[in-house]
């Protein structure tokens, strides 16, 4: 990021190659749609670039770039939310579900081996079950599970304490654990409303 | 620390996921870890909550298209380059409303100037009636303009109060 910082342009590109995939998946889980997440992470990385003059050596870089990334999110779900009160019957559960109809279609064709099945359906119960912690659960689980980021660093990242952490990602987890206890125990797929 | 019983389960579940993280310090782990081995409850609630974290890796990790970091830098460079121009924009914007802003002020004092100048002054009157003014006592009691230019003509005003005559 010094180099960033100093105008290097190889160096910029390298930290996009770097980050680019890990930012579409934290922030496709967040918005809930690849393409829009897509635009996201190239929004994120032009205010990096813009703001690379501010960045302070030794500061944790990742820690840098997800707060930027959790703002530029919290203004696209605002967004998204002042749509969908102007377009109430244009909201459907089909952008926030991996689970395709064709994958549907090819279940009951019985082409698609079960495991494969169980796998995808696995999946898409999951991601049913995220939609319903809040953003900031849903975020706070995102930075531990897939960026390893220490109580501390989702701290810096939200603006929060490692206490607060410490309780938000507990509760997310008890939360998540009591929507897929049906799933779990009997394979009903839990019963999510889509905001 | 609350005694109530659902306050120390909060506490518990709390210590247990925080203990998922390898976020205790020795002594908390320490603890926890006695805990475990003494109750089978806590042992379940940990369970769960190793069950709902290890649930989290079957959320899919999305992958971009190689051009992805391409594109990203290209915008990027075409957001900065059209930048200096953005900003060109919105400085001649602001640039307009001053101007504009000026030339309101410059035609208000060009109005205030020719209004002045056209319309007489109130006090440029009174001075050039003023010699009425101050005989407007005698001129009452006189009655007739004519009267006192007769008056005027025979001499019989002297000094010079006597006025111009109106």
């Known amino acids: 990021m010094l180099e960033v910082r100093d105008d290097n342009a190889a160096a910029f590109e390298e930290l996009v190659l770097r980050y ?9 889980h967040l918005v809930g749609a690849h393409d829009l997440a ?26 840098w770039l997800f707060t930027i990334a959790n703002n530029v999110a919290s203004n696209a779900r605002r967004t998204q939310s002042r749509r969908r009160e102007v377009q109430p019957a244009s909201a459907g559960s089909s952008s926030t579900s991996n689970f395709s109809i064709d994958q549907v279609a090819l279940a009951a ?5 079960a495991r494969q099945l169980d796998k995808a359906e696995m999946r898409d119960v999951v991601h049913q079950a995220m939609t319903v912690l809040n953003d900031r659960q849903r975020l706070a689980l995102l930075l531990n599970k897939f960026e390893g980021m220490s109580y501390a660093d989702i701290g810096v990242t939200m603006d929060l304490s490692p206490q607060a952490v410490k309780s938000l990602l507990s509760r997310a987890r008890v939360q998540l654990r009591e929507v ?3 799933y779990l125990e009997q394979g009903k797929r839990p019963e999510v409303d889509h905001p | 620390m609350s005694n109530s019983p659902s306050a120390e389960r909060t506490e518990l579940i709390e210590q247990l996921s925080a203990y998922i993280d390898g976020e205790l310090d020795a002594e908390a782990r320490q603890q926890i870890e006695q805990r475990l081995l003494a ?9 769960q909550l190793e069950q709902a974290n290890a649930l989290l890796d079957e959320l899919p990790r999305s992958d971009v298209e190689p051009s992805f970091t391409e594109t990203t830098v290209s915008m990027i ?3 900065e380059a059209q930048e200096p121009s953005r900003r060109l924009w919105q400085h001649s914007r602001w640039l307009v409303w001053t101007l504009r802003g000026g030339g309101l002020l410059i035609a208000l004092a060009c109005g205030f100037g020719v209004v002045a100048a056209v319309r007489p002054a109130p006090n440029e009157i009174l001075l050039r009636d003023l010699p009425v003014i101050e005989n407007l006592e005698p001129y009452r009691h006189a009655g007739s303009i004519e009267f006192l230019r007769r008056l005027k003509a025979r001499k019989l005003f002297a000094g010079p109060e006597s006025g111009d005559g109106r």
């Open chain 1, 180 to 182: 897929l206890e049906p």
């Open chain 1, 109 to 113: 064709s019985g082409q698609m081996p």
């Open chain 1, 20 to 28: 680019q995939s890990r930012l579409v998946t934290v922030l496709g």
């Open chain 2, 77 to 79: 460079a075409l957001a």
């Open chain 2, 39 to 47: 109750d089978e409850r806590t042992r379940d609630v940990l369970r």
């Open chain 1, 38 to 63: 897509e635009d996201l992470t190239q929004e994120v990385f032009l205010r990096v670039y813009r703001a690379r003059k501010k960045y302070v050596p030794g500061s944790k870089f990742s820690t």
